[in-house]
């Protein structure tokens, strides 16, 4: 996760950081991506039932029951072990969050061990009566799917009017002073809507948006080859860097950030080497401190069943089960080749990642993306956008 705004714009320093310690239970949320000790963020597919079909869906998810989901006392549980781990926050995700019904017990379960909630979702379910309660649960923060605008966004939702409906759970949220932002993934049928996007951050005064690129896993597997071209994707993350410096000289407070694409970060650093050299030092130290990539290390998935996974896109690999071990066990245990390669991925890295002078602040990319395009998780990552001489091959 690069923090466009934070990085591009200034707000945040390498004063901000070190004034916490850079110690993980001690940082604000906007600042746990530069943690020492990089105690992950902990994504809970809790549910994969969905109400929605849409086209790039990485767990694969329908409206049916999944049965052997963890109980809602298996799920305390494990939120126990979360919070003994010291992970700093929970995200509830799916599937749909909200087609399941015992969300804001656990919640407030989750919460009252000291972790921060925050839910992904598909923001159709939220009405006026669901938005207070998650205000009144004391969840951190909603992100809501929106894939395009309205036509486009229906047709990747697979239904007719859930533009309509995630707005106005959107427009819930801010009602009832729930914290709300958008989640934007791009692909070569929606990238062309940026523009769009932006303008819908502004006039309907939502107050975060994350740039999420393609993953290739699950649903979205099947639209690899639907990615970006590298000259496309440097225009869409051009925008969105002009787009988020326009806000901040105008005073309008936009939390933007872009996802699973650490590219973005080394991209940030060579603009900023033209534009304003002395910030770019500062952004590169932020950058080390974040560390690239982070699947395997400081974010973690577990399934509905229960099953741990490197991040949200490795469904198809796990470590063991919270069920039978503790998270935290798990989580530490490098018996297992994958888990120590990614927590120590740097000498098995090959091709352009291996030899590339940005590799501390990228490490080596989406590791899952590379694994899906040729077979071998330590290949080059497929979305890699710069040239051999930016990277310093040439
Ligand atoms: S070559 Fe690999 S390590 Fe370097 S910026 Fe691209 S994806 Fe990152």
């Known amino acids: 996760m690069i923090g ?7 707000t945040a320093t390498p004063g901000d950081t070190l004034r916490y310690g850079r110690q993980t239970s001690k940082l604000p949320a906007h600042l746990l991506h530069y943690s020492e000790d990089k105690k992950p963020i902990v994504v809970w597919n809790y549910t994969r039932r969905c109400n929605l079909r849409c086209i790039h869906c990485y767990s694969d998810s329908h409206e049916q029951d999944y049965p052997g989901e963890l109980t809602t006392e298996e799920g305390k549980r494990f939120l ?17 969050p909200f087609t399941r019904g015992d969300l804001f017990d656990l919640a407030s379960y989750g919460i009252a061990q000291g972790l921060r909630c925050v839910i992904s979702t598909n923001g ?5 009566a669901t938005a207070r309660q998650i205000k009144e649960t004391g969840f951190s923060y909603v992100g809501v799917s929106l894939d395009g605008m309205q036509k486009t966004n229906d047709k990747f939702r697979g239904k007719k009017g ?20 958008l989640r934007f993934t791009i692909t070569k049928y929606n990238f062309r809507e940026l523009p769009e996007i932006l303008d819908l951050l502004e006039s309907e005064n939502i107050p975060r ?14 639209l690899s080859k639907s990615d970006l071209a590298p000259e496309e994707t440097r225009w869409a ?28 970060g080394v991209y940030l650093y060579m603009r900023l080497l033209q534009e304003n050299p002395e910030r770019a030092e500062e952004v590169y130290q932020m950058l080390r401190w974040n560390g690239g990539n982070q699947s ?42 994958l888990m120590a390669g990614l927590k120590n991925r740097k000498p098995l890295l090959e ?44």
């Open 4 to 10: 466009i705004t934070r990085l591009y714009c200034g």
């Open 80 to 96: 126990d072990d979360v919070a003994e781990f010291q992970s700093p926050t929970v995200l509830f995700s799916g599937g749909e």
């Open 124 to 128: 159709t379910l939220i009405d006026a």
């Open 162 to 181: 859930a533009f309509e409906e995630a707005l106005q759970g959107i427009r819930n949220c801010r009602e009832a002073g729930v914290r709300v932002g």
């Open 209 to 222: 948006c994350c740039f999420y690129h393609l993953a290739y896993a699950g649903r979205g597997g099947k």
């Open 237 to 264: 993350v051009d925008l969105i860097l002009d787009r988020t410096m326009d806000f901040h000289k105008r005073g309008i407070e936009k939390d933007i950030l872009t996802v699973d694409n650490h590219t973005d």
């Open 296 to 337: 395997g290390i400081a974010i973690a998935d577990v399934d509905n069943l229960g099953n741990v996974h490197a991040d949200q896109f490795w469904q198809h690999y796990s470590f063991g089960n919270v069920k039978e071990r503790k998270i935290g066990d798990i989580w530490t245990d490098t018996s297992d080749p």
């Open 351 to 394: 091709g352009r990642c291996a030899v590339c002078k940005y590799l501390d602040i990228c490490n080596g990319n989406l590791r899952v993306r590379a694994e899906a395009a040729t077979g071998n998780p330590w290949a080059p990552d497929p979305a890699c956008y710069l040239t051999d001489a930016e990277i310093g091959i040439a």
